[in-house]
């Protein structure tokens, strides 16, 4: 079974992702949940997850992140449509805005498509929350920031999760520009690649390894139940 979640209003879309996730955990408790994004994206994952099924658990639960638009991975999910559709497991691909001619390929295979966009705001309008201006306070090295905009996506319904998949992202991004000699060598795009870059310079080689190992034993430690997700990631907030 595949659901498209697909939009530019980002919050909506996440916020469906969760209740969608919510539902089936709830229908199915003893099922695994695994989110494939770019950061851990291989053909050979996914023929896993589309084949296979837990010895003792029902069924698995799989998010593919924003992989149709990639183009290291887009062509691979699209020509596996027809056997992730005819998978015991349940897929939810999640999007920002897909153009028509993707959508009409993928709806085919998939039991349901909701879209959620937003109409061209009017300069009056009040801006909903932008994730990625937390992505740019912390390559900023801007505290305050940062920890203000944190709060501000607690308030908004960003899940603590969605927030720290960011921050890892920005940083994996710095740590790559910074290693390399352009944006192919990075594996990032030029905008991407020179943004990381300046925001790279605001840290040491070192300070970047830490925050890349710190956001790793977080996520693993709140998974243990060591730790409580929204109180860890403030933590790491304020130690920017």
Known sequence: MIYLLHGNNFNKVRGKLRQIV????????????????ED???EGRLEEFTSSQGLFITRFLIVLDGLLLLPE???VVLSKLEEISLSPNIFIFVEGEMPKEL???????????QEFSDAK???????????FTLTDALGARDRKRLWILFQRGLREGIEPEEMHRLFFWQVKAMIAARGSKGASEAGLNPFVYRKSLGFARNFTKDELNKLSSDLVRLYHDTRRGILDFDIALERFVLGI
């Open 22 to 37: 919510n539902s089936q955990m709830k229908k199915k408790p003893d099922a695994a949940h695994f989110r494939i994004s």
């Open 40 to 42: 851990n994206w291989s």
């Open 73 to 75: 991975s887009g062509e």
């Open 103 to 113: 959508i009409k390929r993928v709806s085919k295979y998939v039991e349901r498509v």
């Open 121 to 131: 705001k009017t300069k009056s309008t009040v801006k909903e929350f932008n994730v």
